[in-house]
């Protein structure tokens, strides 16, 4: 039994013939469509790493089937960049050091990415931190995280009042 | 995980109608049913996928003044929905100091409601769990269980049940409207999920195929929005569950306490309304000794059921903690750290 | 070679020195887009998928598994268990030193832990292999577990930790004790803890006739070469790993383990790539842990608050079939004078995975119980915990009498009290709220770990361009390899960054030793730096003895590297170029090698002149709510001396790092195990609790300056496991100090401190 699902994924639609219900969003990303950048840390929805934006929103893709997000639209790590030009989170983790082994990184990213999006946590580094604690990081990374996230924060508010003005 | 049918109905009907079949299971977010997929813990046959279905996601404004919340509305979305956070602070609240972002923005309102327990012993399938395997015993009882229920439980259970958002929806008197093949019944949140007592494995109301299609909030439970608190004392400052927790909900008329809600999370297989402790309150000045008397009070009938005697202790003070901070009234803005004991006491308080 | 290219140009180049500067990490941009690639996510062509199935209980033997039932799964391709698996060369349960641990490789039946390995189901997806390795529903003879502490059988010990003696002593203690003005005796218990680095144990693993290449996250990639060339009865050159990037190591990833030996044999039974990546509850058994520890310490002093005696004594636990004991009580040798000192380890074994060298071990579970003793004597004595660590602050190594190789500890003290604010402490406990009325305690730890240096080799290559290649076979696990230790190659090549091919990773590359014992930048850094000083005294031959060149009869040691030059020492004027120098030798490129370590890694131990210690001082603030005991750490100030700093951005992040364990050691990880089964009952993130974003709000860490002349040329000693020392005791005192309550059993939880009201 085949079931075909549409998605769109770091802009670009693809219609894929899934083979087992079973899929999550986690695996066909990473052992289907070789975009390995959201990771497994514990594929039950407790460490984060595997953060993606679905619908414009963070969610944990290894909680998530596949086959149930027919026609979403998907926003990876490896769709944050634009080209060769970092994204102003991913900027501001190398600057902060806001990693170390790398590997909770990317879903911090994305999350990092998906909080300023929602608005919720501002410039208050106490909400950053209770916000990004869906992120967990063994090496311990808090501080240049929470750094990184409110100075993207800065520099995407910068931005947007450009834009409008 | 089991390899399983994938349904994907057109309408309500449908679903109920697909969910019937035995070993079937409704599939809102999954971040509840696929985590225990994955453990092993629940096998089913087939998964009834609800999400595409129209109309589910809403929060309307009834005619009466009552609200009413889609089974699908996500957990986020309700939290941050101004008007309704702003009239139901304590809810939004509750929400806020559960899980995490990510799984806030993905769980559904009826997902929540059918959480299931996170006693270690149900979620090993090595262990023996009345719950998961009725009759094979409770392995949790001679076990690790400094977390387990104080109140309500059976020599069958002795599990919790781990919802924040349940407890103050059980505070205010949250209906559930279910659809089931004999058409729609609604039922009070407080009435929904069973105690252990024998059959543990039966938590909830819900007959074969029977869907929450919703949550009711009556109008009254707005009246609360300027004395609503909801607090969760927990072993990590975020992302964890609660050891306890409470919901207060206060009417004050002239330093009076007019009308009074308490429910508590974490002590029992359900959200635990404490009534008894409410009458206590009606008619008394808002103080220190009287949120103790009440506190007393909804505890009276807690008992240990393992190494968690701690809790019953911790439980009374919740209570009154929360009692006092929802007498102290609700903050303008949502603490930064929703639900902690570490969410300042001290900021503005909302002009409701 | 190694194939791992930085794609992008690093963000922060340094003309000039290297050394000292805090360049970004070299593998950020990698990092932050999702382009490094771990183990897990390779995908070579062909590669099928294998989840094992591990025992749930914790001793007895496996009496069925329904095989059939697993391979009528659709896409199940073959199971893999004791009755079928292929022949080793060797015996996993041979083992022929102490760095050598026995693994289970399904060679019996027989159980010994829960989680251990006892089948491997392969299949074309890995929703395939998962489900056919839940099909096949082991039945077993169960025997009862022998669980913790008070139920294992009792060993006496000869040696802890890789072969440290169990027993020390210098002076006569007890008749110190006995003398002693005042004294206590208190026991602390510290849990099992599991590393949990965010990325599991995984392998990708490929056979081409007896060739084995993997992609496996490895802490000692020469050692894992080893122990696999051994079992499988080849030449270690047939086998090839990458490691470019560990998800975390922590110690857990130094020897390979038993999971991804299974994966190569999994590979070679199929005739095909196999990838194996563990799942979350499949880390609490197979791959390591810090064992539990009860220790007694026993603490006198004289009528002015001098230690005279101080006994350290640990119980502590290890598997029923192999070595490794916890060397709790080694902080003891090391931090206080104290006229007489013992220390001691008793040992108990119990149905349970071996447990393996965790960040700090020893030092992090002996820490908490000496810097809360040392607490509790201070208090005795009524004078300030700082003032009394200070009073019997070790100017000599205590336990051996040697004199300190560097020891900046006091002015770690000073700098981490003084940015604190310790002298607004009051002495007495449950004196500070804040305006929300939680209480507030403020705590201190002595921070220690030894300046451990294992061996290393490393290549260099000048080449006519002007660039230069620098080839070591180090381990990245997130302390910033990739970057530090360019930055030595290119002040040893005498090269800006920019200049420099850093190539690092990879087994065919010269052998770096173990990325542990917080010895990996000292140890590969020297043999990086003896390479560079290797090919640059070729270079400087070759000028220096050719007339044409402007620093012609300089000499050897008349010549410094630097920008891609020599310049003469006496007449900075006169230089010429790399590029210039071989150019008119005729030659394409020159090579140097250099070692780098000390020819016993446990010279720090005992075998020189000098005590060489890296030490700090750690400050912490917690709050706790006085009725709910809910507690926070809400400021962690630490000042480390630990010789040279090469990058000082990546060593304040193994700072934070420490620290953030150090409060996690004392307030959230344990690992819960069912009293009956044997079974950890938190096998997983949500309920094995590591501190969250919320739960660290403020660290701060002081790079106290130290030169250290002995402990190696370039003056390091490693940062990687400090800061979990003295953070733990340091939040442990901070929670006495708030609410006047002394918890022994760790980590602290609320429930303890609940007082009746």
Known sequence: MAFSTTLTINGVKRTIALDDPRVTLLDLLRERLNLTGAKKGCDRGQCGACTIIVDGRRINSCLALAISHDGADVLTIEGLAQGDRLHPVQEAFIAHDGLQCGFCTPGQIMSAFGLIQEGQAGDDPERVREAMSGNLCRCGAYRGITEAVLEAHKTLDALNRKEVA | ?352 | MSEIALTQTPIHIRHGSNIGQPLTRRDGVLKVTGAAKYAADQHPPGMLYAVLATSSIARGRVAHLDVAAAKAHPGVVDVITPANRPALALDPDEKSNPFMFRLDLLQTDRVRYAGQPIAIVIAQTLEAATEGASLLAPRYETEPARVGLDDGESTALQVVGPGFPAQAQRGDVETELAAAKKSITQTYETPAQYHNPMEPHAIVAAWEGDTLSIDTPSQGMAMAQGRLAGLFGIAPEKIHIRSPFLGGGFGGKGMISGPQVLGAIAARAVGRPVKLVLRRDQMYGPVGHRAPTRQTLRLGTDGDGALVGLDHHTKTMSSTFDDFFEPASTPSHTLYASTAIATSHAGVRADIGTPIFMRAPGEAPGSIALESAIDEMAQACGMDPLAFRLKNYAEVEPISGKPFSSKALRECYRQGAERFGWERRPLAPRQMRDRDGLLVGWGVGTATFPAVMFAAQAKAVLRRDGSGVMEIGAHDMGQGAWTALAQIAADGLGLDLDRLEFRSGTSDLPDAGIAGGSGHTATAGMAIYNAGADVIAKLADLATNDDHSPLFGAGNAGVVARGGRLFRRDDESRSESFSDILARAGLAQIEGRGAGGRPNPMEAHGQSDYAMHAHGAVFAEVKVDPELGQIRATRLVGAFAAGRIINPRMVRSQYYGGMIWGVSFALHEQAIVDRHSGRPMNANFAEYHIPVNADVPSLEAILVEEDDPHVNALGIKGVGEIGITGSAGAVANAVWHATGIRVRKFPITLDRLLEPQ
């Open chain 2, 1 to 352: 995980m089991k390899t399983f049918d994938y349904v994907r109905p057109a309408s309500v009907r449908e679903a109920v109608s697909a969910a019937a079949a035995p070993g079937a299971a409704y599939l809102a977010a999954g971040t509840n049913l696929l985590d225990l997929m994955k453990g092993g813990v629940t096998r089913p046959d087939r998964l009834v996928d609800i999400t595409h279905l129209p109309d589910l996601d809403r929060i309307e404004n009834l005619a009466d003044g009552s609200v009413r919340i889609g089974a699908l509305v996500r957990n986020a979305d309700l939290a941050h929905d101004r008007d309704f956070a702003r009239r139901f602070p304590a809810i939004a609240e509750a929400l806020l100091s559960g899980a995490s972002a990510q799984l806030r923005n993905a769980a559904s309102v009826g997902g929540n409601l059918l959480q299931r327990t996170r006693c270690a012993y149900f979620y090993d399938p090595a262990s023996a769990c009345n719950k998961r395997n009725p009759g094979s015993g409770c392995d949790a009882r001679g076990g690790d269980n400094r977390l387990h229920a104080i109140l309500g439980w059976s020599e069958s259970c002795i599990a919790t049940h781990p919802s924040d958002f349940c407890v103050a929806l059980v505070a205010l008197d949250a209906v559930v409207e279910i659809e089931g093949r004999a058409g729609r019944r609604e039922i009070p949140l407080e009435a929904f999920h069973r105690l252990p007592g024998d059959s543990p494995d039966r938590e909830s109301v819900l007959e074969p195929g029977e869907m929450i299609v919703a949550v009711r909030l009556p109008a009254e439970a707005a009246r609360f929005a300027a004395h609503a608190r909801y607090l969760k004392v927990r072993d990590r400052t975020s992302y964890a569950f609660a050891i306890v927790s409470a919901a207060a909900a206060l009417r004050i008329e002239q330093g009076v306490i007019a009308q009074a809600r308490i429910a508590m999370g974490g002590v029992a297989l359900k959200p635990w309304r404490a009534r008894e402790a409410e009458q206590i309150l009606l008619g008394g000045r808002a103080d220190t000794a009287l949120f103790v008397r009440a506190a007393t009070a909804a505890l009276a009938e807690a008992k240990p059921s393992g190494d968690n005697g701690f809790k019953i202790v911790l439980a009374r003070r919740v209570v009154a903690r929360a009692l006092a901070l929802a007498a102290a009234g609700t903050p303008e803005r949502m603490p930064a750290l929703p639900g902690s004991p570490f969410a300042a006491a001290s900021g503005v308080l909302a002009h409701v």
